[in-house]
């Protein structure tokens, strides 16, 4: 990964999303070739328009609003002339972007779960990124001031005894389902996965590479002597949590 493409990360992910985005590639190169497009996509479709330099560089201008039609905008390169253009849907979009940028896309080989876990890891590290510049920039929940929340109220007279109601018989407890659960042998802690190369526990628990981080946010991980069980809340996605099963059975 070169440093300009390092800094437009830098610029739309922040430090540390461009940096787990770069050791990733750093082990799978072949992972650049889908990482850096779509992130150039998440950006692109974050925005109905947008003015200014791309994120990353001062050589390159960018004009661009969404329509009923599509995109339409402009692009200048260092000092070469503004250059009108006209885009269908997101992708084509990208392609300009992308091209006005000097990226050159390479092929990559994965399979469609893959660069599902991939994408959802981009837009989670592209609204992480989002949410902290709203907090720099000062953005904070609306505060009572002391004093406007309990005003004095009028005396009233005596309130009437509230009138006894029966009591509706005991229900029975609704039973849950159950949380999606992994069990992991203790030799099974030290897998990379198959598609970044990242670890996916650290310290014998569950963290997430970067297809498996958002995945992560629902777990709890319990270390026993042969190995350990990693728990999912139900709001973890269950396709998502027998894929990773299946990840890690596999991965020999």
């Known amino acids: ?21 770069r050791r990733a590639v750093a082990k799978n190169p072949d992972l650049e070739s889908y990482l850096v497009p779509r992130t150039f996509l998440g950006w ?3 925005k109905s328009q947008y003015e200014g330099s791309m994120p990353g560089t001062d050589d390159v201008y960018v004009q661009f609003s969404k329509n009923e039609a599509g995109y339409t905008g402009s692009i200048g390169k260092a000092s070469a002339p503004v250059t009108p253009f006209a885009a269908p849907n997101e992708f084509h979009l990208v392609a300009e972007l992308i091209q006005a940028f000097g990226y ?3 092929a990559f080989k994965g399979s469609d779960r893959s660069l599902s876990m991939l994408g959802k890891s981009v837009d989670a590290l592209l609204k ?4 902290t510049n709203k907090l720099e920039k000062g953005i904070q929940p609306k505060v009572e ?32 389902p159950r949380s999606p659960m992994l069990k992991v042998a203790k030799k099974d802690l030290m897998k990379s996965c198959k598609t970044c190369s990242g670890a996916m526990f650290k310290s014998e628990k569950f963290v997430g590479c970067m ?5 992560a946010k629902h777990a709890t991980t319990t270390i026993y002597a042969d190995g350990a069980v990693v728990e999912f809340t139900p709001a973890a ?11 890690v059975q596999n991965n020999g």
Do not use: I, N
């Open 237 to 247: 996605d269950r396709q998502a949590v027998f894929a990773l099963y299946r990840e």
């Open 104 to 106: 050159d896309v390479g």
């Open 145 to 176: 001031l002391p004093g406007t929340t309990a005003k004095p109220t009028k005396p009233t007279g005596p309130e009437e005894a509230e009138k006894p109601t029966s009591v509706a018989p005991k229900m029975s407890k609704p039973k849950l």
């Open 211 to 215: 297809c498996w981080r958002d995945l």
């Open 128 to 131: 992480a990124r989002s949410l």
């Open 1 to 21: 990964m070169d440093k300009r493409t390092f800094q437009f990360l830098k610029s739309v992910l922040g430090t540390d999303g461009a940096t787990a985005m």
């Open 44 to 46: 692109a479709m974050s």
